[in-house]
C-alpha cells in the first residue's frame, strides 16, 4: 500500500480545472451514512451548485453502518467517501481504502447512554453494569468508545454482554424498554435523551479516546484519478467553510438532510450537533496530518483505533498508519491556488 501512496503524490502533475470555469462534468461515487453531521457537506455541495463549478457530478450511495459501507468498495460500487475512523481501518487492512482527510471530531458524539429510569444507579455504581447487556453497533466508533468506557469504569469488555444491533434497532429496543444501555453515536444519542429519556453515561471525549472520522477512497482510484479526488476534498473542506460562515442556513438544510435520511431532528438537537463535533479547515488538516519527521497527531489517532481492533480479533496485527494514512490530496488542493481559494473562501468571514 505505501508504494499506492508513493504513486499519488506530489510528483504527480499538480494541474487542476478551474473552479467556476466551464468544463464537463466527471461521474464520481461518493459513499456515506445518511442523516449523519460529517455527510453535510456533500449536501450542501448538492444545492449550492458546487459540484458543477469543479467539474464532478456526484453519485451518491449510503449505507446504514461503515462496515457495508466498506464491504461494498470490493464491487467498486463507489470511489470516495466519509466513514467512522474503525471502518475506516478495517477498509485499510480488508480492501486497500486510504484515509484522506478528517469529517470531524466525534469524541463526544460517541457514547454509552443510559435510560432514564436507570440512569442514576448505574450513575453511583458504573461497575453495577457487570453483566448487563450493551446494545451497540460492532466494528463501530461507539463501540471502541464503549470499551474505552468500560475501561475507565474498572471493567473488563466481557464483564458485560454485547449485543449487536443496528443503530436504528437500538434506538426502537431502548424506546420500547427492551434495553436499558446502548453504545450510540449522534444523532442517535439526541433521539434516545427525546424519546427514552435517556442519558450519558460516558462519551469518548470523557474516556480519554479520540475518535476522528475519515474521508476515504479506494486505491485504485487514487492513482487513477489523483485530480477529482483532489476536488471531491476540495467541495467538503468548503462546505464546511461555508457552513461555519452561515451557521443558521447551515442549520436550516443539516435539519432537512436529516429529515431525507428519515430522522427528524430537532432545532436543540441540531445545534448539538454543530457544537459537539468541531470540524477541521484545509490548514487544520495539514497541520494534524502533518509528520515532520515522525507521526503526525492523526497517525496517533488511528494507531489507536487500530489497537482497539486488533485486541478484540477484527484485524489481525495493527497496521502502520503511514500504509493508508495519506495527506498527498490535501496539498494538492493547497499546492493549486484557484482550487484552494474554492475551498478556503468562507473560512475567514
Known amino acids: 500500500m505505501k508504494r499506492i501512496i508513493a504513486g499519488v503524490g506530489l510528483a504527480l502533475s499538480l494541474s487542476l480545472a478551474v473552479p467556476g470555469s466551464a468544463q464537463a462534468q466527471t461521474k464520481i461515487g461518493v459513499s456515506y451514512q445518511p442523516s449523519l453531521y460529517w455527510a453535510l457537506p456533500w449536501h450542501y455541495a448538492t444545492v449550492k451548485g458546487w459540484w458543477k463549478e469543479v467539474g464532478l457530478a ?3 450511495s449510503t449505507f446504514p453502518a461503515g462496515a457495508p459501507q466498506i464491504a461494498a468498495s470490493a464491487a467498486k460500487s463507489w470511489d470516495v467517501g466519509g466513514t467512522g475512523s474503525v471502518p475506516a481501518v478495517l477498509g485499510a487492512v480488508r480492501f486497500n481504502i486510504l484515509t484522506i482527510g478528517i469529517t470531524n471530531d466525534e469524541s463526544k458524539a460517541n457514547a454509552m447512554m443510559v435510560r432514564g429510569d436507570k440512569f442514576d444507579a448505574i450513575k453511583a455504581d458504573p461497575k453495577s453494569l457487570k453483566g448487563q447487556r450493551l446494545l451497540l453497533t460492532t466494528n463501530s466508533t461507539a463501540d471502541f468508545a464503549a470499551r474505552k468506557c468500560l475501561a475507565k469504569f474498572g471493567l473488563a469488555s466481557n464483564d458485560m454482554q454485547f449485543v449487536n444491533l443496528g443503530q436504528a434497532q437500538i434506538v426502537t429496543a431502548i424506546t420500547s424498554n427492551n434495553g436499558d444501555v446502548a453504545g450510540v453515536w449522534a444523532p442517535n444519542t439526541y433521539t ?4 427514552a429519556n435517556a442519558k450519558y453515561l460516558c462519551s469518548g471525549a470523557d474516556a480519554g479516546a479520540i475518535v476522528p472520522g475519515a474521508l476515504i477512497v479506494r486505491a485504485d482510484f487514487a492513482k487513477e484519478r489523483p485530480e477529482d479526488v483532489a476536488k471531491f ?4 473542506l468548503r ?3 461555508w457552513a461555519k460562515a452561515n451557521m443558521a442556513e447551515a442549520q436550516k438544510l443539516a435539519l432537512d438532510f436529516y429529515k ?3 430522522l427528524e431532528a430537532t432545532p436543540k438537537a441540531m445545534e448539538q450537533e454543530f457544537a459537539l463535533r468541531p470540524t477541521f479547515a484545509l490548514d487544520e488538516q495539514l497541520k494534524l496530518m502533518a509528520r515532520n519527521g515522525g507521526a ?3 497517525d496517533g ?3 489507536e483505533i487500530g489497537k482497539f481492533m486488533a485486541e478484540v480479533g477484527t484485524i489481525p ?3 502502520e498508519a503511514k500504509s493508508y494514512l495519506t495527506d498527498d490530496f490535501l496539498k494538492r488542493v493547497a499546492a493549486d491556488p484557484k482550487l484552494k481559494a474554492f475551498a478556503t473562501e468562507f473560512d475567514k468571514k
Request: charged residues 15%; glycine residues 12%; hydrophobic residues 40%.
Open 317 to 319: 496485527t495493527i497496521p
Open 192 to 195: 434516545l435523551e427525546d424519546r
Open 296 to 298: 503526525s497527531q492523526v
Open 58 to 60: 456526484p453519485e451518491f
Open 239 to 241: 462546505g464546511w467553510s
Open 301 to 303: 489517532w488511528f494507531s
Open 233 to 236: 476534498l476540495a467541495v467538503y
Open 260 to 262: 431525507q435520511g428519515g
